[in-house]
């Protein structure tokens, strides 16, 4: 459909707000004629559309910018990571054009045969969208291989090994990735999100348990084993509480919003979520206040950390609605100054933002979307 050159121009393009063809000539170092050559083929089969912009002199003549058509492509996305399943379709611009729900099975087989029978129904509301699906993305907590292709290990799914893009390639007859959660949403930010114009940031996620995942150099960075970024199992307290991993101390014991809630539990403290706690905190709750600063606390170390490895431009943290605008996001922001070298506090920026219902499904579905605009080799070891 598309040459490897035609999608690294259309990759570039998408990168950017949009490149004239004097740009791409530059880009691509191929003559003038033969960029507009490629361009016509571009427009022709819908990929791009002609932008027209004043130069910004004001003077000469107007410079024609080439942006992505958003409807030149269409990606599905599923996400693991509740019951029911969702799954969504996205444009070139990651717009969220339809979503449906299915019941989550953890049998590989059947599950690949539960996303086939959702498909059509996901597709249909969009008309031309079977036409141009081009990939399926799909997320989960775990560790995937560097092919996105297997999964080699979820505990939450009680998954080893499972050749899960080939599965659900199968049944449904779709280019297939899949992928982390926390890189799934690190990259879904990269291509469509925050993180735009970053070439190297950390995303956090801060959920029911916690993820993160790294760009660097405008790569996402997998390592060695695919375990890059895996901080809530890092030991934030010696000799601390057990974890589910077999240690004790990790991040995920006492930060996770899993731990802050099982610790309001054993305060038997009326709140059922973090914004509740935090509402409970704005009461003068002593033990509320506790949990939460306790949480911030070993939160905001941890990406301290993460800032003294890795020196990112920003970290970004995706958390539950209402849990970061309270005590715990200001301890986060305290723990974190207070714990990076003197020199460097208050460099990097945090950005938060809440995760919603479509956050993950979506985010699978850039997985699909960044390597048909960024190669199957977008991402480093
Ligand atoms: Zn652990």
Redesign the pocket.
């Known amino acids: 459909m598309l040459t490897p050159l035609q999608r690294q121009i259309l990759g570039a393009i998408a990168g950017s707000d949009g490149m004239s063809r004097t740009d791409l000539v530059q880009f691509s170092g191929m003559s003038k004629a033969a960029v507009s050559g490629v361009v016509r083929e571009m427009i022709d089969a819908g990929f791009l559309f002609e932008a027209e912009t004043v130069s910004s002199a004001g003077q000469g003549r107007p410079s024609v910018r080439l942006m992505v058509h958003p409807e030149g492509a269409y990606f599905a996305g599923v996400s693991l990571l509740q019951d029911p399943a969702h799954m969504v379709l996205i444009n070139l611009h990651g717009d969220i054009l339809s979503r449906v729900t299915f019941p989550l099975s953890n049998v590989p087989q059947k599950l690949a045969e539960d996303i086939a029978v959702a498909l059509p129904g996901l597709l249909e509301p969009h008309t031309g969208a079977a036409e141009k699906l081009l990939g399926l993305g799909v997320t989960l907590s775990g560790f995937i291989d560097e092919h996105q292709s297997t999964c080699v290990q979820s505990a939450l799914l009680g998954w080893r090994d499972i050749p899960l893009a080939s599965l659900v390639s199968e049944a449904t007859g779709v280019d297939v990735a899949i992928e982390n959660d926390a890189k799934a949403l690190a990259v879904s930010e990269k291509r469509f999100g925050h993180a735009r114009e970053l070439s190297s940031f950390s995303l956090v996620s801060h959920g029911a348990g916690i993820g993160s995942a790294h760009f660097i150099a405008g790569h996402l960075y997998r390592g060695a084993h695919g375990g890059a970024g895996e901080i809530?199992?890092s030991t934030i307290e010696l000799n601390g509480a057990p974890?589910?991993?077999?240690?004790r101390g990790?991040l995920?014991?006492i930060a996770s919003v899993n731990a802050v809630m099982q610790a309001a539990k054993a305060e038997k403290l009326n709140a059922s979520s973090m914004a509740e706690l935090e509402q409970l905190a704005l009461q003068g709750n002593n033990q509320a206040v506790r949990i939460l600063h306790h949480a911030g606390t070993a939160l905001g170390l941890a990406v301290s950390h993460l800032i003294q490895i890795n020196d990112p431009e920003m970290i970004l943290i995706a958390h539950q609605e209402g849990a970061f605008n309270g005590l715990f996001g200001t301890v986060v922001q305290q723990s974190i100054d207070a714990n990076v070298l003197p020199g460097v506090a208050g460099m990097t920026p945090v950005r938060t933002f809440s995760l919603n219902d479509d956050t993950w499904a979506r985010a699978a579905a850039s997985i699909s979307a960044h390597r048909f605009l960024a190669g199957p080799d977008s991402t480093v070891r």
């Open positions: 809530a199992h974890c589910r991993c077999g240690k990790c995920d014991t």
